[in-house]
């Protein structure tokens, strides 16, 4: 059945690369996320893909696709839904909001309010929503793809840790290429993520994830997953380390990457790969530190190089 992960992955980013040009490692990450039922937090300036990437991860699974356009007048109700009242039944009718969606947008997500992003935060974590006393499950797949800009500041709410924690990964796609930028040019508008088939469908990527979960891990290379994320809280530079969350997001995303590879087993080259994109977003690194030019991707890569690697793990 590896197989099938592989070959839904592979369907996966050759039709979102369509129009996502030169970001082959991005894509495949996004698919990572979606085989994990896991968030992105994309991080970058304006115009470089994150709403494209988005949309064709939506259009590709055949799945719902809703934006959330994040300002300071968003309402929490604006996020999950709201109940109105039926004149023909004298009775209140729940409508959904935008987060019951396979993959929720949310653009420029810090420039909402504290109190409607903590609207997400039940949903990014148990895919339910709970409003008028009633809980109402997400449909799945359930993935929050969020943007924020790191320059522009004004104007905006910081993302609190717990929030933060709900990421499976952060993600900066960067600007493109020379080469990709020129066919940019030359290929215009003729292809964009609306008109993209979907390659897959959402039944596809259900049995994906459940495929996925159940790659094994020796117990040398979990135990490798637990020192890495443990080191990050007794590094000096860093206030706020990985929590229990994020070694197990790091474990998860590992399987996830290794039967894409099409094995049935994790390596400790795949929780290296995986370990910056998963832990760096969610540590808290001191004023000091930063002052000194250390951020928490370096952090991250320092203590990958310092925890000892498993010496040719045996297969589980």
């Not at 699974?61 to 300002?71: A, K, P």
């Not at 891990?217 to 929590?243: C, F, I, K, N, W």
């Not at 474990?251 to 290794?258: D, E, F, I, P």
């Not at 000194?292 to 045996?314: C, F």
Request: net charge neutral; proline share 7%.
């Amino acid at each position: 059945m590896l197989a099938a992960v592989g070959s839904v992955a592979e369907r996966l980013s050759r039709n979102i690369e369509r129009v996502l040009v030169g970001k082959h490692s991005t894509v495949q990450l996004a698919i990572v996320a979606l085989l994990c039922e896991g968030h992105l937090l994309l991080e970058d300036v304006p115009g470089i893909g994150k709403t494209t990437l988005a949309r064709a991860v939506a259009q590709s699974i055949g799945g719902t696709f809703r934006r959330l356009q994040c300002t300071p007048d968003l309402l929490p109700s604006d996020v999950t839904g709201v109940s109105v009242f039926d004149q023909r039944t004298a009775d209140f009718i729940f409508r959904p909001g935008p987060i019951f969606a396979n993959v929720l947008l949310a653009d420029e997500i810090n420039r909402a309010t504290p109190r409607t992003q903590s609207a997400v935060l039940e949903a990014m974590q148990e895919a339910q929503v709970s409003a008028d006393g009633v809980t109402r499950p997400l449909p799945r797949p359930f993935v929050v793809l969020a943007t924020q800009n790191p320059v522009e500041l004004e104007g905006t709410f910081p993302l609190p840790e717990a929030q933060l924690d709900r990421f499976l990964m952060r993600l900066s796609l960067g600007y493109p290429s020379e080469a990709d930028e020129e066919a940019l040019i030359a290929r215009g508008a003729a292809q964009s993520a609306q008109a993209l088939a979907p390659v897959v469908s959402t039944e596809d990527v259900l049995l994906a994830v459940g495929e996925s979960s159940r790659v094994r891990a020796h117990e040398d290379v979990q135990r490798y997953v637990v020192r890495v994320a443990r080191a990050t809280r007794s590094d000096p530079d860093v206030r706020l380390g990985a929590s229990p969350r994020a070694t197990l997001a790091l474990h998860r995303a590992s399987q996830a990457w290794a039967a894409i590879q099409g094995r049935d087993f994790v390596v400790p080259d795949d929780v290296k790969y995986l370990a910056a994109p998963v832990l760096a977003h969610r540590l808290m690194v001191s004023l000091e530190a930063r002052l000194r030019g250390r951020d928490a991707t370096t952090i991250v890569q320092s203590i990958l190089d310092s925890v000892p690697v498993p010496v040719e793990p045996n297969r589980p």
